[in-house]
């Protein structure tokens, strides 16, 4: 399995960014997707995720109302819509393959990366 991550790039606080994952493979509608980001000497961490077949959703609290997870199981694509971006969301995303149906918030159930898109939000 491997996943190429795109989109990211330099927006102004306030703007938007979308951000797709293109997985290759036969199984991506068998598994959950997530999306997580690592700013600069910070840990890893999460920010979305959706089930398989895409009905659940979650997101970490700083992205609630502003950023949306989706994913098109016919095209092996998961997208992240980020609206209302700030400077503290400035980081390397990632996507990443949950080894189950549905997508939690912890590194170690994921097994499959992408090597991460660059968003950087100025003030």
């Known amino acids: 399995v491997q996943l190429q991550a795109s989109g990211g790039g330099l927006v102004q606080a306030g703007g938007s960014l979308r951000l797709s994952c293109a997985a290759s493979g036969r199984t991506f509608s068998s598994y959950a997707m997530g999306w997580f980001r690592q700013a600069p000497g910070k840990e890893r961490e999460f920010v979305a995720g959706?089930?398989?077949?895409?009905?659940?959703?979650r997101y970490t609290d700083s992205v609630k109302g502003r950023f949306s997870i989706a994913r098109v199981n016919a095209e092996n694509t998961v997208y992240l819509q980020m609206n209302s971006l700030k400077p503290e969301d400035t980081a390397v995303y990632y996507c990443a393959r949950s080894r189950t149906v549905v997508a939690g918030p912890r590194l170690n159930e994921y097994d499959y990366w992408g090597q991460g898109t660059l968003v950087t939000v100025s003030s």
């Open positions: 959706i089930s398989s077949s895409g009905t659940i959703t």
